[in-house]
């Protein structure tokens, strides 16, 4: 099992910053990739970033990149999302999840049903 806790959250004008971090713990967390997910009222779950195992390889969606950082520290057992020129759009509650799965083939950690663990979820809203 691995417990996942989302924190960092919160209201912030358009234009603005946020950092979102994801604190793990029980199973070793170098052994899984990470990724960051959001879901808006009404819409599906969502890939936003994921990063590797050890953190050499990260990945975004096309609506945020350049915009958002994905980093890892494993150390800390922590996954962070880093979120700058934040837009009304990038109003969601946001997620972390952990697949314990090696990432082989196309795009395979944008698939929401691959995360073996989640978190609860921390709310983002961005004003206009």
């Known amino acids: 099992q691995v417990q996942l806790v989302e924190s960092g959250g919160g209201l912030v004008q358009a234009g603005g910053s946020l950092r979102l971090s994801c604190a793990a713990s029980?199973?070793?967390?170098?052994?899984?990739?990470m990724g960051w997910f959001r879901q808006a009222p009404g819409k599906e779950r969502e890939f936003v970033a994921a990063?590797?195992?050890?953190?050499?390889?990260?990945y975004y969606a096309d609506s945020v990149k350049g915009r958002f950082t994905i980093s890892r520290d494993n150390a800390k057992n922590t996954v962070y999302l880093q979120m700058n020129s934040l837009k009304p759009e990038d109003t969601a509650v946001y997620y972390c999840?952990?697949?314990?799965?090696?990432?082989?083939?196309?795009?395979?950690?944008?698939?929401?049903?691959?995360?073996?663990?989640w978190g609860q979820g921390t709310q983002v809203t961005v004003s206009s």
């Open positions: 999840g952990a697949d314990r799965n090696p990432w082989v083939g196309y795009r395979v950690y944008e698939s929401v049903g691959r995360y073996d663990y």
């Open positions: 029980g199973r070793t967390f170098s052994n899984y990739g």
């Open positions: 990063s590797n195992r050890n953190g050499g390889s990260t």
